[in-house]
């Protein structure tokens, strides 16, 4: 990556790291001498990331660039994990949250980019029966669980907190936010331990069936009426200026994937599913994963106002050190 990049990479040895930057989208020469490119698509194993596991599933790339690219898909359980990848030049197109994104490209000066839309909406602000809360202003005094702390959940529910004029904790309020896995979230319902959790989907579904939970917003009530991403296409500056022709077939493919998915939604839920039980060792259960597919929309078309009040968020928050211009954010155009 460029220098922006390097600065951040604490505790790497210069010569490592150029190395690794240099992988980025190599050159193998084949028996018969043709150059071969590397191409390393990063992804979660999450119904969010719909487009990255139909593709892979179906080998689109593979086929699309037979003989051009060798297509590696690299799977992430975190945002931050998969940003270190970025910043290393391990990663040169990669499937993420919208937060985390912003992170990676303010951190980098940016040099990562945002490219394109995956989903939208996908989660819920769900409360537990026993808790007393039946609007948003009786979530004062409570403990409220989201997945990771900064994460897109997390600024969705500090904007949520902050129009019924609510703090956390942390901010001189009363509102006690933590961060948890999904799974433990799930417990910490069950044995009163937390009142509400703002979760992604398929754990709102599942959560929700457990028993102990209801819905207190749904998907299109949690923020901006549910036009907001969760989850977007990141690219490297490096891959994009060497490669924008890859660039521009890849966002081809990703376009189509989604066309697929909402042309045939039954087909590509169990798609999702066995890509999902193949990656964690088990799958969502069906009933589950046909309302969580409900709460989301797959649509690559970037709201780019929605992820530019995140970063108003997350600057605000102290998640990032500054609001980036939004011409820095975003690279839709390929030269």
């Known amino acids: 990556m460029k220098n922006?990049?390097?600065?951040?990479?604490?505790?790497?040895?210069?010569?490592?790291?150029?190395?690794?930057?240099?992988?980025c989208g190599s050159k193998d020469d084949g028996a018969d001498g043709a150059g071969i490119t590397d191409v390393r698509v990063a992804y979660f194993p999450n119904i969010t990331h719909t487009q990255a596991l139909v593709m892979k599933n179906?080998?689109?790339?593979?086929?699309?660039?037979?003989?051009?690219?060798?297509?590696?898909?690299?799977?992430?359980?975190?945002?931050?994990?998969e940003m270190e990848a970025i910043f290393a030049g391990e990663i040169d197109l990669g499937y993420i949250g919208p937060v985390p994104a912003?992170?990676?490209?303010?951190?980098?000066?940016?040099?990562?980019?945002?490219i394109s839309n995956t989903?939208?909406?996908?989660?819920?602000?769900?409360?537990?029966?026993d808790s007393g809360i039946e609007t948003l202003?009786?979530?004062?005094?409570?403990?409220?669980?989201?997945?990771?702390?900064?994460?897109?959940?997390?600024?969705?529910?500090?904007?949520?907190?902050?129009?019924?004029?609510?703090?956390?904790?942390?901010?001189?309020?009363d509102v006690t936010v933590n961060a948890s896995s999904?799974?433990?979230?799930?417990?910490?319902?069950?044995?009163?331990?937390?009142?509400?959790?703002?979760?992604?989907?398929?754990?709102?579904?599942?959560?929700?069936?457990?028993?102990?939970?209801?819905?207190?917003?749904?998907?299109k009530e949690v923020f901006l009426d549910g036009n907001y991403p969760t989850a977007v296409v990141v690219a490297s500056s490096d891959f994009i200026e060497e490669h924008p022709e890859?660039?521009?077939?890849?966002?081809?493919?990703?376009?189509?994937?989604?066309?697929?998915?909402?042309?045939?939604?039954?087909e590509a839920r169990s798609i999702v599913n066995a890509e999902i039980k193949d990656a964690t060792g088990k799958a969502i259960d069906e009933?589950?994963?046909?309302?969580?597919?409900?709460?989301?929309?797959?649509d690559t078309d970037l709201n780019k106002e929605a992820i530019m009040k995140f970063a108003e968020i997350s600057k605000a928050e102290g998640f990032i050190d500054s609001v980036p211009e939004e011409e820095d954010v975003f690279k839709t155009e390929f030269n």
């Open 4 to 23: 922006a990049v390097k600065k951040i990479i604490t505790g790497v040895l210069l010569a490592g790291m150029l190395a690794s930057v240099t992988a």
């Open 58 to 81: 179906q080998k689109t790339l593979e086929e699309k660039w037979d003989g051009r690219c060798n297509v590696t898909w690299t799977s992430f359980n975190a945002g931050p994990a």
């Open 102 to 114: 912003l992170s990676a490209n303010v951190k980098s000066d940016g040099d990562v980019k945002i």
């Open 119 to 129: 989903t939208n909406a996908g989660a819920v602000l769900l409360k537990r029966r």
């Open 137 to 173: 202003s009786d979530l004062a005094g409570k403990k409220i669980a989201v997945p990771q702390m900064g994460n897109t959940q997390h600024l969705c529910l500090l904007s949520i907190l902050s129009d019924e004029g609510l703090k956390t904790v942390d901010a001189g309020g």
């Open 182 to 219: 999904n799974a433990d979230i799930l417990n910490l319902m069950d044995n009163g331990s937390v009142d509400a959790a703002l979760v992604p989907e398929p754990w709102g579904t599942t959560i929700e069936n457990n028993g102990n939970a209801e819905v207190l917003l749904d998907d």
């Open 246 to 266: 890859l660039v521009k077939e890849f966002l081809q493919a990703h376009e189509d994937a989604a066309l697929y998915i909402n042309e045939n939604m039954e």
């Open 287 to 298: 009933e589950v994963i046909k309302n969580a597919f409900t709460r989301m929309t797959v």
